[in-house]
């Protein structure tokens, strides 16, 4: 974070064209990179009154950690009495005391400092894509039809206990990246072994303990890969709406593969989605090494499993948080099963395609979020992503080709505000020392509770709504809807958020909760 004049030279001879501007004493600054003269202190929020960093007599001295990483102690650039301090993602500064001047030289391209971690995202989405999407057509063509509702839930079930286990061995053993890269291995294994058992005709009862398998070494991945990228943002959320939209194109492009291969129904899919994997195992060594933040001593068998990641539902904002997103993938389950027939009915050909127009916006919807997060408390986002749920249900009960599509549409806007909100939230009000397994917790709450409780309730519900061989579409999702407005009820009533105040940058308060950390968007939460 903190450099000498020598590394703003550097970033300027690289081709990146200088921007000046000139700021005054008690004044806050933006993002990018900045060169102070003169005896000054530091602050990582004006008028917290916290020092982040002392400079006299042409040294700089630390006196606080700043953006998750400590600025560089030691001499300064010459002449004495100028450095040059990074300011990333857009946070404010404040310069208080003797400072003369200081200016703003450029900083590095966003490719630069999130390329890596935006082709984490799309090659690991890609791989699952490439197992998920085709999985249904691959037990079809090889006579294993009956296996179709457990395949899926075998990923539910892994849920519940694979990725707090291994965020607990991400946050206290192993770099989280070492154990992406052993479950990526492992995970393109069990595909690879599903795939050959699946075109000998292996029995029902193997084929289904392979897959459980898949479900095991891959649930636990994308969290920790999520967790590696709020590590590397250096403690802000707001870019990760442009990084997460690539883990969608990377859905898509998986799919797309799948079907340019010619491999749809077909066990190549299988064998294709394992080099996928492989190849996932391979980029994280490109990927900077992020360590576990915990240093090792004794633990229970209930902190090895990590389950204590738990204890972090006791803070009353953390739980609702949790609890909301698990009961938005409720009827979040809703989407694939049921909206392809639905439109079938409605005269629609080439489902797929439609479906798509869901991703579509929610990867515009990603790239907007980053903007949204910087002027919007997170509290405001996550509720306007309920809002747009809510109206998404209304328009598929309408039962007309316009609305349903514009429905779901308006899914990729909600699963964008909803979901990608609370993985910033964790990011930003959880400790980095319980990173991996509060992301984790999150996946249990979605992916394990959530989506289990989604599947099946989703089915009784479909099943109550069908009059003779047709489905009486209105009442099926309005009902959803009417579960979605308990939800954001439910938000809006039990969550507090930290506030900040007016005209100021977010700072928070000291003496936060145990596993809390400063929230990190200026906008506060």
């Keep these: 974070m903190a450099g000498n004049r020598g590394e703003g030279s550097r970033q300027r001879t690289a081709g990146t064209a200088r921007r000046q501007d000139h700021g005054h004493l008690g004044q806050p600054v933006g993002d990018g990179a900045w060169t102070l003269s003169g005896r000054f202190r530091l602050f990582a929020n004006h008028g917290s009154q916290v020092p982040v960093a002392r400079f006299e007599g042409g040294e700089c001295a630390v006196t606080r950690r700043f953006c998750g990483a400590a600025l560089r102690a030691g001499p300064c650039a010459d002449p004495p009495g100028e450095a040059t301090i990074g300011a990333e993602d857009g946070f404010a500064l404040g310069i208080c005391g003797a400072a003369q001047s200081f200016r703003r030289v450029a900083g590095r391209q966003w490719g630069d400092t999130h390329g890596a971690l935006a082709g984490l995202f799309f090659v690991h ?83 289904w303990l392979l897959i459980q398998g898949v479900a095991l070494c891959m649930a636990p991945t994308f969290s920790l890969s999520t967790a590696i990228v709020f590590a590397r943002l250096a403690g802000s959320g707001r870019p990760f709406g442009p990084l997460r939209a690539m883990a969608t194109l990377g859905w898509m492009c998986g799919c797309w593969l799948v079907s340019l291969a010619g491999a749809d129904g077909s066990v190549r899919s299988g064998y294709l989605c394992a080099l996928a994997w492989l190849g996932l195992a391979a980029y994280t060594w490109v990927l900077p090494r992020v360590p576990p933040p915990a240093a090792e001593q004794a633990r229970t068998w209930r902190e090895r499993l990590g389950w204590d990641a738990t204890e972090l539902l006791r803070e009353r904002d953390h739980r609702v948080v949790f609890v909301t997103a698990a009961l938005f993938s409720v009827s979040l389950a809703a989407l694939y099963p049921y909206t392809p027939p639905h439109l079938r009915t409605l005269g629609f050909q080439a489902l797929s395609a439609w479906m798509s127009v869901a991703q579509v916006t929610e990867v515009v919807s990603l790239f907007l979020l980053a903007w949204l997060l910087a002027r919007w408390r997170l509290k405001w986002t996550l509720a306007l992503g309920l809002g747009f749920a809510v109206v998404r249900f209304g328009l598929c009960a309408w039962d007309r080709p316009g609305p349903v599509l514009l429905g779901v549409a308006l899914h990729g806007v909600s699963f964008a505000c909803v979901m990608i909100t609370a993985q910033v939230y964790v990011a930003e009000r959880i400790g980095s020392a319980w990173r991996a397994r509060a992301q984790a917790l999150l996946t249990l709450m979605t992916m394990g509770f959530g989506s289990l409780v989604g599947y099946l309730g989703c089915g009784v519900w479909y099943a109550i709504c069908q009059v003779g061989p047709s489905v009486n579409w209105r009442w099926f999702w309005s009902g959803l809807g009417v579960w979605t407005a308990g939800v954001l009820v439910y938000f809006l009533a039990a969550y507090r958020g930290v506030g900040r105040p007016r005209g100021l940058p977010h700072a928070a308060p000291e003496g936060r909760a145990l596993h809390s950390s400063p929230p990190l968007s200026p906008a506060g939460s």
Excluded: C, K, N
């Design 125 to 207: 989405a890609l791989a699952m894509g490439m197992w998920f999407v085709p999985l249904s057509a691959l037990l079809d063509a090889a006579g294993q039809g009956e296996l179709r509702p457990y395949a899926f839930a075998a990923s539910a079930s892994a849920a519940f206990v694979s990725p707090l286990l291994f965020g607990a061995v991400a946050d206290r053993h192993v770099s989280p990246v070492a154990v992406v890269r052993a479950l990526s291995a492992g995970t393109a294994g069990m595909i690879g072994l599903t795939a050959w058992a699946l075109e000998q005709g292996a029995p029902t009862g193997l084929v």
